[in-house]
C-alpha cells in the first residue's frame, strides 16, 4: 500500500510566481523607508558662544543611513554627496538610480518578510485552485 504524492504543473508555476510577486510586493514596501544623514562639518571656534551656526551646502555628508519598512537599518558611507544632493530635488541623490540601491539591500536585509509574503500567497493560490467556492 503505497501513497502517491501528485505534483501538479500548475502548483510549481504558482510557487514561482507567487515569489517572484511576494519579493517584487517587498521591494515596493521598502519604497516606504525613510533616509537620514549626518554632515562631516565642525564648527570652527569662536570666542562668542552661538546656538546657531550656518553650514555651508558643499559641506560633505560622513554616512547615509536608510530605515527600511519593516525597522532594519542600511548604512553606507557618504558616497561623495555633499548638502546640496540630500536637501534639494533635482539633485544627483534624489534621483531613483541612486536610491535604488538603498532600496536593493533593505529588500535583501529583511528577506523573511519576502518569504513570508511569498508563502502565504502560495497557499492562497494553493486553496484557490484546490477548492471551488460555490454559493447557491
Request: proline share 2%; hydrophobic share 35%.
Amino acid at each position: 500500500m503505497s501513497k502517491t504524492i501528485e505534483i501538479k504543473k500548475v502548483h510549481v508555476r504558482n510557487l514561482v510566481l507567487s515569489f517572484i510577486l511576494g519579493f517584487g510586493i517587498l521591494y515596493a514596501l521598502e519604497h516606504f523607508g525613510s533616509f537620514s544623514y549626518k554632515h562631516s562639518y565642525s564648527q570652527p571656534y569662536s570666542e562668542r558662544p552661538s546656538l546657531t551656526y550656518q553650514i555651508p551646502a558643499t559641506t560633505k555628508v560622513s554616512y547615509i543611513k536608510y530605515r527600511t519598512y519593516f525597522n532594519n537599518e542600511v548604512s553606507t558611507d557618504g558616497n561623495g554627496f555633499d548638502l546640496y544632493d540630500l536637501n534639494y530635488e533635482d539633485s544627483d541623490f534624489n534621483s531613483y538610480s541612486s536610491k535604488s540601491y538603498y532600496y536593493t539591500q533593505a529588500t535583501l536585509k529583511d528577506y523573511k518578510y519576502g518569504i513570508y509574503i511569498s508563502v502565504a500567497l502560495f497557499l492562497i493560490t494553493l486553496f484557490f485552485t484546490n477548492f471551488k467556492i460555490k454559493l447557491s
